[in-house]
Every structure is written in structure tokens, then in C-alpha cells.
């Protein structure tokens, strides 16, 4: 993806998007093909998975492996810089000169991205047979989150986008490794990271990201882009309207992802209250599989099916038979 504000080198901007992208395919091959599948299908030998979930097991592994490289690699990258998580410092200086590294993160961020919407819709990938009932759902989210990338890339939003992105991985580590548990029979640490997953969701996505990402763009973003510039003039190749547009893209972006993160906690409250009466976590809202079962944790304290039983008339004529046999 080029950058169209600051002075750039045009083909080594466009060289980032398939190296990374190779990158990114390369590293979940290496990963999957000699680490995740030998070990997911020895676990399902030795009856350690639960039925049916070789597949999603390799699934939550990769996510983890995944989401974990680009965290730590972003902490690295952006977590040194002054506008790190600061909502005061994302949009001053505008355009910021973002570090290359920084870049090159975001970049192979956005090849993960596109490589799980690839997974999502089995274009190139169909060893992961998890079909989910919020599939269009999550499209949307997969679609909306590389249209802000591509956009906060583009016209330098850069430093809200990495921070966006990580405020995302908290979460999704914490699911992704509830899954683990969940998938290996673990109750008691799946109850609890499952719990995290969900403390987490209201108070980073529900509380932080509105407040520092989205307020922020509304209104310090407005003025640092759009509110200095005079009509008529020229600023970095567009007018002052073109620019409001820009801007209203952009916030609209994060609006969307916010409307989701709403509709999503609602379904992860409903299985707060469902884990709470049954004691365990049974299974993840946000992945539900269709035509399938989920063979996840079930109630313990369920018991068993009562066996028939035997009448007294039907023991006397056994009994009678043994002895006109004797």
C-alpha cells in the first residue's frame, strides 16, 4: 500500500504488501505442517481432544501463535513511542512520520488479516472445517478492519491503527487460549480465562476503545486534519474537503467496529449467564459451528440416564428357564 501524504519510496511501499503476505503464509505453513498438526493429532490419539475437534484445535493454536508474534512484535515496534495508547498525541503533528519498522509491522498485520479472511471463506485454505452461524458477521469485521487499515495506512492514522490493533490482541489471546482449555476438557482454567475474555471485551472494547480511539478521532482528529485548514487551499494534494471526507471515512470505520463490538459483547453476556448456571463454559458465542456438535464441556453435575428397569415377573421366568434347563 503506497503512502499518499508523505515523501516515500513508491516501489518500496508496494513491495511490502506480497512480502508480507509471503511471509505470513510461510510462517502458519512451517508452523501448522511440522508443529501444530503432528501435535493436535497425537493429542486426539492419546484422547486428550474432546470429539470433533482436531480442526478447531489447530485453529486456536495458529490464532494464538499468530496474534502472539504480531503482539510482542508491535510491543517492540510502537510501544517505545510517545503516542503509544496516548489519545493525546494520535493525530498531533499530523502526518506523522511513523518509524519504517512500525510500517513493516502494520504491513504483515494486514497480510494476517487478509490471510484469516481468506481461511473465513475457503478460498485457498480448507483444512479448517469450522463453519460459524456469525460468519457474515464476522466478514463485516474482517472486511471493516482492513478498510480502516487500509485508510489509516494510506493517509497516515497509522499510530490509532497499531494501537487498535493491539488493544484487539488482549482479547483475542485470552479467547483463543479459553478454546484451548475448553477443547481438552480443562474446566477449571477454561472457566477462567473465558471469564478474563470477557472482563476484558467490556472494558477495553466497550470502555477504552470508544473513549481513546473513537472520541478521540471524533474530535481531536477533526481538529488536527480538518479544523486548521482554510477553504480553498491545498494540503497534501486535497482540499479541505477532501479531507472531511477522509476524516468521515475513517470515523465511520471505527464506528462500525464499535456497533460490532456491541453486538458481540451482548451475545458473550448471554454466555456469561449460561456458564454461571451450568458451572462450565459450553461453548463460544462468537464461533457457534453449524451442523455440528460442538463437544464442548458439558454440566457435570448432569446425572446419569437412569437404566431400565427390570420387572419382578420377568426375573421369576428367567429364573424358571435357568432351572427347567438345569
Known amino acids: 500500500m503506497p503512502c499518499f501524504i508523505l515523501d516515500c519510496d513508491t516501489t518500496h511501499e508496494i513491495s511490502r504488501l506480497p512480502v508480507a503476505l509471503a511471509s505470513v503464509y510461510a510462517y502458519h505453513y512451517i508452523w501448522d505442517t511440522f508443529i501444530i498438526t503432528p501435535l493436535v493429532h497425537r493429542m486426539d490419539r492419546a484422547h486428550y481432544l474432546n470429539k470433533g475437534t482436531v480442526d478447531k484445535m489447530r ?9 502472539g508474534s504480531l503482539f510482542m512484535f508491535g510491543l517492540y515496534t510502537a ?32 497480510a494476517y488479516w487478509l490471510q484469516s479472511l481468506d481461511f473465513l471463506l475457503n478460498f485457498t485454505n480448507r483444512h479448517y472445517a469450522v463453519k460459524r452461524k456469525d460468519n457474515a458477521e464476522m466478514v463485516l469485521h474482517h ?7 487500509i485508510t489509516s495506512y494510506a493517509f497516515d492514522f497509522i499510530t490509532v491503527g497499531v494501537c487498535v490493533l493491539m488493544l484487539h490482541d488482549v482479547s483475542d489471546l485470552l479467547l483463543e487460549t479459553a478454546k484451548l ?12 480465562f473465558f471469564g478474563s475474555f470477557a472482563l476484558s471485551w467490556y472494558i477495553l472494547r466497550w470502555g477504552f476503545y470508544p473513549y481513546s480511539f473513537l472520541y478521540s478521532a471524533y474530535g481531536k482528529g477533526y481538529e488536527s486534519i480538518v479544523g486548521k485548514m482554510e477553504e480553498g487551499k491545498i494540503y497534501h494534494g486535497g482540499d479541505m ?39 462450565v463454559v459450553q461453548k463460544d458465542i462468537r464461533s457457534d459451528s453449524e451442523g455440528e456438535e460442538e ?29 427347567n434347563k438345569i
Open 59 to 67: 485453529e486456536a493454536i495458529w490464532k494464538n501463535v499468530a496474534v
Open 79 to 110: 510501544g517505545r513511542q510517545s503516542w503509544f495508547m496516548n489519545s493525546d498525541e494520535y493525530f498531533t503533528d499530523w502526518p506523522k512520520n511513523v518509524p519504517d519498522v512500525v510500517r513493516w509491522y502494520y504491513m504483515f498485520y494486514f
Open 143 to 149: 472486511l471493516t478492519t482492513l478498510a480502516l487499515m
Open 181 to 192: 482449555f475448553v477443547y481438552t476438557e480443562k474446566e477449571l482454567l477454561s472457566n477462567i
Open 241 to 279: 474537503a477532501f479531507w472531511y471526507k477522509m476524516w468521515l471515512i475513517f470515523v465511520s470505520f471505527l464506528s462500525i467496529l464499535l456497533v460490532l463490538h456491541i453486538y458481540w459483547g451482548i451475545l458473550i453476556f448471554q454466555m456469561v449467564i449460561r456458564t454461571l448456571n451450568a458451572g
Open 295 to 323: 463437544y464442548i464441556i458439558e454440566d457435570k453435575s448432569q446425572a446419569p440416564k437412569s437404566q431400565p428397569i427390570e420387572s419382578e415377573g420377568l426375573r421369576s421366568r428367567r429364573k424358571e428357564k435357568l432351572e
